[in-house]
């Protein structure tokens, strides 16, 4: 019996990860605020707002190989990648943020993200063909 084609799950994450790495790359206080680094009348301090850009350019970047990396090995390889990236924020910005419910805040969404993502992998292989020979 062939197997649907799943893969617009990891993709859909992957576009989803794309836009918010633009929109932090133009708007650093998409991230800082949240993490409690500025926003509330704070400035964020020295060098956060490249900082966050870098991040949103990773996340950009990591988003665009899920969203466009051909299916199996490629688009599994482009996965691992955006966990890894999300198990470095939970450790790092689960830890290191100045603000406790900040950190929270982080580790939650690191790690749902860095979950649903690792799921995702359930879904990279191309489909597979049937007895006639096609998709």
């Not at 799943?6 to 991230?31: C, E, Q, S």
């Not at 500025?38 to 970047?61: M, Q």
């Amino acid at each position: 019996m062939p197997r649907r084609d799943l893969t617009w799950i990891p993709r859909l994450l992957g576009a989803a990860t794309a836009a918010y790495g633009a929109a932090v790359a133009v708007k650093p206080d998409v991230l800082l605020a949240p993490a409690k680094l500025a926003g509330e009348g704070r400035p964020a301090p020295a060098g956060a707002a490249t900082l966050a850009r870098a991040v949103g350019g990773r996340d950009l970047a990591s988003g665009l190989a899920m969203a466009l990396a051909p299916a199996g090995t490629p688009l599994k390889a482009a996965i691992a990648v955006r966990v890894g990236a999300d198990v470095v924020d939970l450790a790092v910005l689960g830890s290191q943020l100045p603000d406790r419910d900040a950190r929270e805040k982080a580790t939650l969404v690191a790690a749902a993200w860095g979950a649903l993502c690792a799921l995702s992998l359930l879904a990279a292989d191309p489909p597979r063909r049937g007895r006639t020979g096609r998709a």
